[in-house]
């Protein structure tokens, strides 16, 4: 019966979709925000779960929510906002700060595909790692451009993301990195979104160079990534 | 007796809303975003740069995606005009919900299981193995360079 009226109203996956958002974001706050329980894992993983038991193919439920995915499209437009905010911080340090970008968003696609390549991935897998460390709305976008697969990319930056936020603070014990700046700048630039939510937590100047970091990251990669995959293939 | 809003009403009461919250007003500087409204009219004008990034991508045939060209000509307009706390704040409420707008593509891993299982081990090794090693680089890197800047300055100082 429920499957008939899901098929019948795709509006009502919309609709499930809203709920099962609203859950997750209760469901994380209740659970004090273990990493875990992260808003996006598990109203991805409940989502799944619902379209499996009511037997609905991905193609129907995404020509369904089409709209929350263009949404996606406009977040990304309004990282600019906080990119305009924080890019004061860049100008006190711009040399340094500047270098540190170049050299990371070549080494880091280069070093993830690299550890994947040498264990015999193909290439839409490597492709999709690629993009790791940028903001999962720039990622999409890349993947869909380069020819990879979009939510394998999502999933990989989302926990990528998780990875740097977990480390952090015990990479910063272990290598005596102490100043704030280069921080929230290296969290930032490997571990965007999610590991900028976390350094705020340390400090509002490592939250602030973290989320300059990110951005400045997604737009570069976002741009060069491309014309770098059809240069190499 | 009050006699009921005419059509014009509505439409001038509209277009004040509009111009109150418009980025082109100076003075929504000094005006608290205490109303709704005034940052969910934001929201259009990130559209609009998003279709014209969609168009831009289009007409000139780029491989970069979309969205990040609409970002990009929003940041060059950010640049020219005063800052506004309405459209920070549209900007923060519309960010405060990117995980919900992830779901979409992200419940597309459900037809990827087969890639998941045969690239476990290299995806393993990726985004754990060389996520750390980038982190510790980048941090060790970007903590050297701002050392030596702030070497550099300090000589500079004792010279002068």
């Known amino acids: 019966m429920i499957h008939n009226l899901l098929h019948d109203f795709p509006i009502l996956l919309l609709l499930l979709t809203l709920v099962i958002y609203v859950v997750s974001l209760y469901i994380y706050q209740r659970s004090n925000k273990n990493v875990l329980l992260l808003p996006v894992v598990s109203a991805i993983a409940l989502v799944i779960s619902a379209l499996l038991v009511f037997d609905i193919e991905y193609g129907t439920y995404f020509e369904s929510v089409e709209v929350i995915h263009f949404l996606l499209g406009t977040a990304t437009v309004a990282l600019a906002v906080p990119l305009r905010n924080n890019f004061h911080l860049i100008r006190e340090h711009a040399f340094p700060l500047t270098i540190s970008l170049s050299v990371m968003a070549i080494v880091t696609p280069v070093l993830s595909v690299f550890a994947a390549w040498i264990l015999g991935s193909d290439i839409a897998v490597l492709l999709s ?19 990879a697969y979009p ?7 989302i926990v990528t993301g998780a990875v740097v936020a977990v480390v952090s603070s015990s990479v910063f014990k ?10 929230g700048f290296s969290m930032g630039l490997v571990g965007h979104g999610i590991a900028t939510a976390t350094a705020f937590e340390m400090s509002v100047k490592t939250g602030a160079f973290s989320a300059l970091a990110m951005g400045l990251m997604g737009l570069s990669t976002s741009t060069l990534l491309p014309y770098f995959v059809a240069w190499l293939v | 007796m009050k006699s009921p809003p005419t059509i014009v009403d509505t439409i001038k009461r509209a277009a004040t809303l509009i111009y109150d919250a418009s ?4 003075a929504a500087d000094d005006v608290k975003p205490t109303s709704t409204m005034k940052f969910i009219l934001y929201i259009p004008l990130f559209i609009v740069f998003q279709l014209i990034g969609n168009w831009l991508k289009v007409f000139w045939d780029l491989p970069i995606p979309g969205a990040t060209i609409g970002m990009s000509l929003l940041l060059l307009l950010l640049f020219i005009i005063p800052s506004n706390k309405n459209l920070t704040a549209s900007a923060q409420k519309l960010l405060l919900h990117l995980p919900l707008f992830f779901i979409p593509a992200g419940v597309g891993i459900m037809n990827y299981t087969d890639v998941l299982k045969q690239d476990s081990l290299a995806l393993f090794a990726s985004v754990f193995g060389a996520t750390i090693l980038c982190f510790i680089s980048a941090a060790l890197f970007t903590q050297r360079l701002l050392k030596s800047e702030d070497d550099a300055d300090k000589i500079c100082e004792s010279k002068t």
Do not use: H
């Open chain 1, 174 to 183: 272990v290598f005596s990195i102490d100043n704030p700046i280069a921080q």
């Open chain 1, 151 to 157: 939510p394998l990319v999502a999933a990989i930056v």
């Open chain 2, 23 to 26: 980025w082109m007003f100076d």
């Open chain 1, 129 to 147: 790692l690629a993009p790791k460390s940028i903001s999962t709305p720039f990622a999409i976008g890349v993947a869909e451009e380069i020819g």
